[in-house]
């Protein structure tokens, strides 16, 4: 459903684009208030999605890409680039910023607004050179006792003969070790997709928030359907057994908390989101602030140490119910 509505959408704007450009125009006026009526009401169709639709618009490419994140929430960025090893890997992206006065480390995955731009980043997709300049920058801010804050969106770490060759799977081992007793707060948000270890290398946080129609999960659900089925076409099937929405995830306490989104998607008011982010962003660090280094660190591990058991303990209220 979602992927027709989002068409239509999309006409709609480009048309309104069109139209606003003709000035002193009283035909093209009221056609765009007709427009504008009409979206809302497709909009009004978005209020109850499918796991499928959530799937659909996490990989929206008109969602925020990281970028867009830390120029609206934090001052003075300035990115840092390489593993001080091989390359550098443009795919995360990352450095040191200014949030209300206090320096913190910003760092995501990085899509492209276009064909172009994601060859460039290869789709979000990481090798090992961008995992481990995350975690010299995760490691530097340790040092000098800055927040991490970190933004996911990945279809997975690239799975390619080279970065496998590269150590691909040592470098998201040695994230998941060293992320788990950094003395630092980490902050981690699913704004988009977030899939297998190539998202869990940067998640392993004291807070893990998603937005509304964002998605976490082990693999894509093409993955899923291919590995169960051998049939990649049922994707959607996959999406409703998968438990990979935001709402699936905060009921079984595998997140913190769920970021709401306007209707249709972020992209539809990205500013009212980042609002929202900013003041959350806020209460976090500032309840993370009056925890020690090893309190930290100790909070952190103990929240995946046993999530397991909270995992299960959902799903004994749900069956009980």
Known sequence: ??????????????????????????????????????????????????????????????????????????????????????????????????????????????????????????????????????????????????????????PGAYPGLEAEEHGQANAIAKNLAEMSSLKVPI??????????????????????????????????PEGFASILWKDSNRSSEACDLMKLTAQDLKHYNVIDGIIKEPLGGIQQNPNKVYREIDALLMLELAKYKKMSPNELAKNRYDKFRYMDAAIIEAAKKENQA
Do not use: W
């Not at 593993?83 to 450095?95: P, R």
């Not at 980043?121 to 481990?132: A, H, K, T, V």
């Not at 704004?191 to 998603?210: D, P, R």
């Open 187 to 220: 902050i981690a948000i699913v704004t988009g997709e977030g899939s297998s270890g190539g998202a869990l290398a940067i998640g392993v946080a004291n807070s893990v928030y998603m937005l509304e129609h964002a998605v976490y999960s082990v693999l894509s």
């Open 1 to 154: 459903m979602m992927r027709e509505i989002d068409e239509k959408l999309r006409a709609i704007d480009n048309e309104i684009e069109e139209l606003s450009a003709k000035t002193d125009d009283y035909a093209a006026d009221v056609r765009v208030k007709e427009l504008k009526t009409e979206k809302k009401k497709l909009l009004r169709q978005c209020e109850n999605l499918t796991p499928a639709d959530k799937v659909y618009l996490a990989r929206s490419i008109k969602r925020p890409k990281v970028d867009d994140y830390i120029n609206a929430l934090f001052d003075d960025f300035f990115m840092q680039r390489g593993d001080f090893l091989s390359k550098e890997d443009k795919s995360i992206y990352g450095g040191i910023a200014m949030f209300h006065g206090t320096p913190v480390t910003v760092l995501g995955h990085r899509k492209g607004r276009n064909i172009n731009e994601n060859m460039e980043f290869n789709f979000g997709m990481p090798e090992p050179e961008g995992y481990r300049k995350a975690l010299r920058m995760m490691k530097q801010a340790e040092k000098f006792g800055r927040p991490v804050i970190t933004f996911i969106d990945t």
